[in-house]
């Protein structure tokens, strides 16, 4: 299921990404679809083994549309960075854990034969939370020893 919702992420990724950049600029680009298909898989990754393939598409998608959406988030915080790694790997993987709060299914991580997490789309609703609390957590951590 991870190894699925993973190429399948990141297919979704390159289609919201260039769908972005069509709308706002009327064209797209290889660079581009690259940017989509590695928000898409920074967006799965913490999802990946937790959700059905729609919804591996859903956040690959969704992951995308928000990276995209903010390609000028370097020059409004002042940071000089080329690669972009904040907008796709920060950006992205807060997009994604948040999601994984949301839409994780208990039926898709009961694969394993031993792991019940379920999201709120499945009635737990403190996971949204405790993602949050994680995202917090962890942005706190690495902007203090970067």
């Not at 289609?15 to 972005?20: D, Y």
């Not at 915080?77 to 796709?88: Q, T, W």
């Not at 949204?128 to 970067?146: D, L, N, R």
Request: net charge negative.
């Amino acid at each position: 299921m991870a190894a699925f919702n993973t190429n399948t992420a990141a297919s979704t990724g390159v289609i919201g990404w260039v769908l972005v950049d069509y709308v706002k600029r009327r064209k797209f680009s290889v660079v581009g679809a690259c940017e989509g298909a590695i928000a898409g898989l920074v967006g799965i990754t913490p999802a990946a083994g937790y959700v059905s393939p729609w919804i591996g598409a859903l956040i690959g998608f969704l992951t995308a549309v928000v990276c995209s959406l903010l390609q000028d988030l370097n020059d409004w915080i002042g940071i000089d960075e080329g690669l972009y790694v904040f907008k796709l790997h920060g950006i992205g993987g807060m997009v994604g854990s948040f999601l994984t709060g949301i839409l994780a299914t208990q039926s898709i991580s009961a694969l394993d034969g031993a792991s019940l997490y379920p999201g709120g789309i499945d009635g737990n609703a403190i996971q949204v939370g405790k993602q949050f609390a994680e995202i917090t957590a962890i942005s706190a951590y690495s902007f203090t020893v970067s």
